[in-house]
């Protein structure tokens, strides 16, 4: 990209420090957005996101709308309102960073509050989405400063907010539509790269304050990536509300009627009346689902673009060297895993136990996670240290294992089990 725009040269400094480079999108030009709009197109369907995200970003450029002037902040509650109506979808906003995922949030109040003695006006925009099993709900505020000499757009993406394009919602729908289908397969396996959302577990009776200050978690830090089981069948209080009344200018309108310090009501109302029934009513989702992290043992919220179905591969059987009689057990294991897992005894679990024994280096753990690649099931490993050091620690910390093992039908390993 340099060598097609000389300018941005400078930016090759900041690769010194690492493997890539930041700039604010306003201190690119309409060409400079346009050619990395057309790389991140040509990174394939991972990217189209990103596309999208750019190509809203250069309408925001390019926008010849009204510019205000810092007094007009009120008339800009139902300029806000005609913006998010004019050529709407769903009366939705996404998230700006170009380095994210573009989130959508639904528009669910518009408000001003009037300047006094005490503090200026204020315009705020009340967003919602339903993010990682509850109601997400977050706020911006819009001054004097931040409107003056700048357009609706301009002044949204200075808030790191895009307006709804078809090409969002496009992404949006494909993303949505695999959240759906993964988040529905409890206990599956996943391969994950990237960032996932530190979160207590569901069902611990007590908080883990050693990861309170770390919110964000690399999934890999060793290159390669992560193994993440789906494990959202635990979430008892998930919220599943989907709409929400579409009645963005009620709260001024009510507020308005009561006070003369309200200079556009009318334009408001009309702004109202003009707000297609529906709109603003239906409730994004996020995609993030909650995910057991095999090495980190902890839970975490990921979302889909940065995992893909754990891959099993079989065929690993015919790597294992082992003595005949071995191999046979491995055959039998697999081969007879419905009579197995059987209840001979009404309301007794089924399941085998095999304990592995020899020195270091013979095939111990590779024969486990051979079989996990046969029957694909993910491989719980467990080290024996983890269980605690007093007997009481030890029974509560194996009956969470083994219950969380067994929701998952997964290959239970304890390491240095003796």
Not at 171 to 181: H, K
Request: charged residues 25%; hydrophobic residues 40%.
């Amino acid at each position: 990209m340099v060598d097609t725009f000389p300018g941005l040269a400078p930016l090759k400094e900041q690769l010194r420090f690492g493997n890539k480079a930041e700039v604010q999108f306003d201190q690119l030009s309409n060409a400079e957005l346009g050619y990395l709009r057309g790389l991140y197109q040509a990174a394939g369907p991972e990217m189209s996101a990103r596309a999208a995200q750019l190509a809203t970003l250069q309408e925001v450029m390019n926008d010849d709308g009204v510019r205000f002037e810092a007094e007009a902040l009120e008339m800009v509650v139902p300029a806000i309102a005609r913006y998010l109506t004019t050529n709407a979808i769903r009366g939705w906003l996404f998230t700006a960073n170009v380095s994210g995922k573009p989130l959508p949030y639904v528009v669910t109040r518009l408000d001003y509050t009037p300047s006094s003695n005490d503090e200026t006006g204020k315009v705020f925009v009340e967003l919602k989405a339903n993010a990682k099993g509850t109601i997400t709900v977050t706020t911006f505020r819009i001054d004097a400063n931040d409107i003056d000499k700048k357009t609706i757009p301009e002044i949204f993406a200075a808030k790191g907010f895009l307006k709804e394009t078809p090409e969002l919602i496009r992404v949006y729908d494909e993303t949505v539509a695999r959240y759906f289908d993964w988040r529905a397969q409890y206990g599956a396996q996943f391969s994950g790269r990237g960032t996932g959302f530190f979160t207590e577990d569901p069902n611990s009776s007590h908080r883990n304050t050693d990861w309170s200050r770390k919110d964000v978690v690399v999934l890999s830090t060793g290159g390669g990536t992560a193994r993440l089981v789906n494990d959202e069948s635990i979430l008892t209080s998930r919220t599943s509300t989907l709409e929400v009344t579409g009645d963005i200018l009620g709260q001024y309108l009510s507020k308005s009627a009561k006070s003369n310090r309200y200079d556009a009501e009318n334009e408001v109302k009309e702004s109202q009346a003009a707000i297609p029934k529906g709109l603003f009513s239906q409730l994004p989702v996020h995609a993030y689902i909650l995910m057991f992290h095999l090495e980190l043992h902890h839970y975490l919220w990921v979302h889909v673009d940065d995992m893909t179905p754990y891959q099993y591969q079989p065929a690993l059987k015919q790597k294992l060297i082992l003595p005949q009689e071995q191999t046979d057990l491995i055959d039998i294991l697999t081969a007879e895993m419905d009579v197995l897992m059987d209840d001979i005894v009404a309301g007794k679990s089924g399941g085998t136990t095999v304990l592995c024994a020899g020195p270091a280096g013979v095939g111990k753990t590779l024969t486990a996670e051979v079989y996990s690649e046969i029957i694909k099931r993910p491989l719980y490993r467990v080290h024996s240290g983890q269980l605690g050091l007093n007997v009481a620690a030890m029974e509560t910390a194996l009956k969470d294992v083994l219950t969380r093992a067994q929701r998952w039908g997964a290959v239970m390993l304890i390491d240095e089990a003796d």
